[in-house]
């Protein structure tokens, strides 16, 4: 599966624990938004973002990344040696891909950039696809779970499902912004293939095993 690098959002502000503030920092990353390749979906319409219309299917195998700052102030302790920190959106660089299971849903996966060491909470990720309130993932109903170091090669993965409604109804959207839920520094926003259909979406909790990460499995 191909990567590439794209280039992070203008700096803004991702306050999803506060819903007024996090539409007016999505709104800003909409306006912004770069284009960073092809994430994919599998249930998408044809037309643009913001519309009201039917969700089809496609399919993409091309993944994005996009990579944050080398690590927020206090990521070292100035001689070189790395400092444990909750992890931020900018201590990480995140990859979407396109899954077929569950009617299809993007998988995130989350490294921290080099020489961060930081702890992941084990909460869902802040992750909308617009500015509208209702494009906000909520969590897909787990127990939060264990905090989650990420150093080096150890990953963790979060699954965002779209649409969670059995009908044709939702709107459609071009983009998926990703950032870590509660942290105020830059979101990054990845510009879809093709427009998704978008009615309650849900984010899994961050977990090392992608088989977890899968909403609504079992």
């Known amino acids: 599966m191909r990567t590439r690098r794209a280039t992070r959002s203008a700096r803004l502000a991702l306050a999803i624990t506060a819903a007024a503030a996090l539409t007016a920092?999505?709104?800003?990353?909409?306006?912004?938004?770069?284009?960073?390749?092809?994430?994919?979906?599998?249930?998408?319409?044809?037309?643009?973002?913001?519309?009201?219309?039917?969700?089809?299917?496609g399919d993409t195998t091309e993944d994005e990344t996009a990579e944050g700052d080398a690590g927020r102030d206090g990521s070292g302790d100035g001689e070189g040696n790395p400092v444990e920190q909750?992890?931020?959106?900018?201590?990480?660089?995140?990859?979407?891909?396109?899954?077929t299971q569950a009617g299809g849903y993007f998988l995130?996966?989350?490294?921290?950039?080099?020489?961060?060491?930081?702890?992941?909470?084990?909460?869902?990720?802040?992750?909308?696809?617009?500015?509208a309130e209702e494009s906000h993932a909520g969590?897909?109903?787990?127990?939060?779970?264990?905090?989650?170091?990420?150093?080096?090669?150890?990953?963790?993965?979060?699954?965002?499902?779209?649409?969670?409604?059995?009908d044709d109804?939702?709107?459609?959207?071009?983009?998926?912004?990703?950032?870590?839920?509660?942290?105020?520094?830059?979101?990054?926003?990845?510009?879809l293939d093709e427009p998704v259909l978008v009615d309650q979406p849900v984010a899994t909790n961050w977990t090392t095993d992608p088989a977890e990460a899968v909403p609504f499995s079992k």
């Open 86 to 99: 909750s992890c931020g959106t900018t201590d990480l660089t995140f990859t979407v891909s396109t899954e």
């Open 25 to 57: 920092t999505l709104t800003a990353c909409e306006d912004e938004v770069v284009d960073n390749g092809a994430a994919g979906s599998d249930s998408a319409g044809a037309g643009g973002s913001d519309r009201d219309g039917d969700g089809g299917s």
């Open 108 to 131: 995130v996966t989350a490294q921290a950039n080099e020489g961060v060491t930081c702890h992941l909470e084990g909460s869902y990720p802040g992750a909308a696809f617009g500015s």
């Open 169 to 191: 109804h939702g709107v459609e959207y071009e983009q998926l912004i990703v950032g870590i839920l509660g942290d105020e520094s830059d979101p990054v926003s990845f510009r």
């Open 139 to 166: 969590p897909a109903g787990h127990a939060v779970g264990d905090t989650i170091k990420l150093s080096g090669d150890a990953v963790a993965y979060a699954g965002i499902s779209p649409k969670t409604t059995n």
